[in-house]
């Protein structure tokens, strides 16, 4: 057997730093997820973390275990998102100047988070269009500056941080007598489930470890699956937290030694478990924080398991909250778009609402221009289903009216440029 890269001491040590300074955050049994399952399902809340992710505890450890001289010259960091408030807060406690690197396109509401947690002790660099253009010119200006670069992901202190949650896991289970059957973990650059893993692995060797990615973004399932880092071409961003092209060297070898299984979730399933979450148990969670939720749909018969959910984040910005409604009733098969030539005649509007539509179903777009000399012109139509039942029928009843009628939800190019 060889070496492990982080040991359980290792996450250890890096718990008793952070002991004092994080929420210990809770590990609650949910009812409702336990009844639903018919199993136990513990969450564990880290969207009650300071700011509001789990990446405080790797930006954290990491920065104390820095040399004096190194903090007082000041880190760099790249991140749009949670780890660039985990450094900034970090930063504020150390008294040690932080220059994040944040793309042109951030939202203020994030770049003014960051501000907050970091005050005087932070300077926002707006760089580059996309992400690898703002990290490129962040590592740049460390090179340039000796300035100390605070890694997302792949770095063993920044690893050994983010695994003390399990410390905490292992303790209040153990208090409850219990043993988990499965660990579920959000995964994108693959700092979270490596630290983690290092942890339960030794400590509760019987204890599965399941790694969650979204389907439009499975760095760590293609790399496993390939036996080697694969870089994707192309991803969905939608859980930003997790939207990582490239998992980390070192991320990647402690979950091929560490990891059972690496399973991926449909976005339009999370926008659900969001949706659903908010709703029945008042929990504000982001796409990457409700992974590990959407991912107990996907384990099979879980009756009488228990099992851990990790809720890595709860930064969820307001303004996204339509789009995660539209993904998740595409994803459930209740709204449904179509482009319908429509005749142009007096009534034809009438006779569309009365004839096509069933009981319930409820019109949500109308989109349509009456063009001179023509016969018939298209229109797009977004239909909320009353019964999911009902789409049968409404197709059947579409498909007369206009036989050529396009279904928008399966043609993904149509579908970016019209809704
Ligand atoms: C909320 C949330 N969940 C999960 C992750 C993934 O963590 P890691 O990159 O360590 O795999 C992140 C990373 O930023 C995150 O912000």
Do not use: W
């Not at 090179?143 to 690893?159: A, K, S």
């Not at 070898?253 to 991926?264: D, F, L, M, R």
């Not at 749909?297 to 990790?310: A, E, H, N, P, R």
Request: with cysteine; charged share 20%.
């Amino acid at each position: 057997m060889t070496e492990p890269l982080l040991t359980k001491d290792d996450v250890l040590k890096a718990y008793r730093v952070l002991k004092t300074v994080v929420n210990q955050t809770p590990l609650q049994r949910d009812n409702y997820l336990s009844d639903k399952y018919n199993a136990n399902i513990y969450l564990k809340r880290e969207d009650l973390q300071i700011v509001r992710s789990f990446k405080i505890r790797g930006a954290y450890y990491a920065m104390t275990q820095l040399e004096q001289v190194v903090l007082e010259r000041g880190v760099v960091c790249a991140s749009a998102g949670n780890h660039a408030q985990g450094v900034a807060y970090t930063a504020f406690q150390l008294k040690c100047m932080a220059h994040i690197f944040m793309p042109v396109t951030t939202p203020n509401q994030k770049i003014s988070q960051v501000k907050y947690f970091g005050g005087e002790f932070v300077k926002v660099h707006l760089v580059g269009d996309n992400f690898d253009e703002c990290s490129l010119r962040a590592h740049e200006y460390g090179t340039e500056n000796d300035l100390h670069f605070i890694e997302p992901f792949d770095d063993l202190d920044v690893i050994a941080g983010q695994g003390s949650l399990a410390v905490e896991i292992h303790q209040d289970l153990v208090a409850e007598g219990v043993n988990p059957d499965i660990v579920l973990a959000p995964v994108g650059g693959g700092g979270l489930i490596s630290g983690i893993s290092s942890y339960i692995k030794p400590v509760m060797p019987e204890t599965k470890i399941i790694g969650v990615e979204s389907v439009g973004a499975p760095s760590m399932k293609e790399s496993l699956d390939k036996g080697e880092i694969v870089k994707l071409e192309e991803m969905d961003t939608f859980s930003d937290g997790t939207a990582v092209a490239r998992v980390g060297e070192l991320t990647y070898q402690i979950a091929k030694q560490n990891v059972n299984e690496i399973i991926t979730v449909e976005e339009g399933l999370a926008c659900s478990k969001i949706l659903d979450m908010y709703t029945r148990q008042a929990i504000i969670v982001e796409p990457s924080g409700a992974l590990s939720v959407a991912a107990l749909d996907k384990l099979g018969d879980i009756s009488g398991k228990t099992i851990v959910c990790i809720i890595s984040g709860g930064n969820n910005d307001i303004n996204r909250l339509a789009e995660i409604e539209e993904r998740a009733l595409i994803y459930e098969g209740r709204r449904h778009y179509f482009v319908v030539n429509f005749p142009q005649r007096a009534g034809a509007l009438r006779e569309f609402v009365t004839d096509i539509l069933g009981p319930g179903d409820d019109i949500t777009v109308f989109q349509y221009t009456k063009k001179s000399n023509q016969s018939s012109g298209p229109l797009v139509v977004g239909v909320d289903l009353g019964k999911i039942e009902n789409l049968d029928g409404l197709l059947e009843r579409l498909s007369v009216f206009d036989p050529s009628y396009i279904s928008i939800n399966e043609n993904s190019t149509l579908f970016n440029l019209l809704v």
